[in-house]
């Protein structure tokens, strides 16, 4: 049985980090997963995790992603 097919609500923090960041979207624009992590105290991962699914709910549009090779040379650069 999976998630879907048990009648079990969400976790009620759930709700408050879906708003949490789709309060710091709002303020700040399209930025990326690591800083909307280093505001709130969440890693990278985990914020593209929430991202995931509010994307799946309509919530948000994900419109950019970048190879892992640049992402690094950048980082080497800064």
Known sequence: MSV???DVPPEPWWDDLDAAVLAFLEANGAIAPLEVG???GLSES???SVLC???QAG???IC???PV???AAGAHAA
């Open 4 to 6: 879907d097919d048990r």
């Open 64 to 66: 950019l992603v970048e």
């Open 69 to 71: 090779a640049l992402r």
């Open 59 to 61: 919530k948000v549009r």
């Open 53 to 55: 699914l509010l994307a």
């Open 46 to 48: 985990a914020v593209t």
């Open 38 to 40: 280093r505001h709130l």
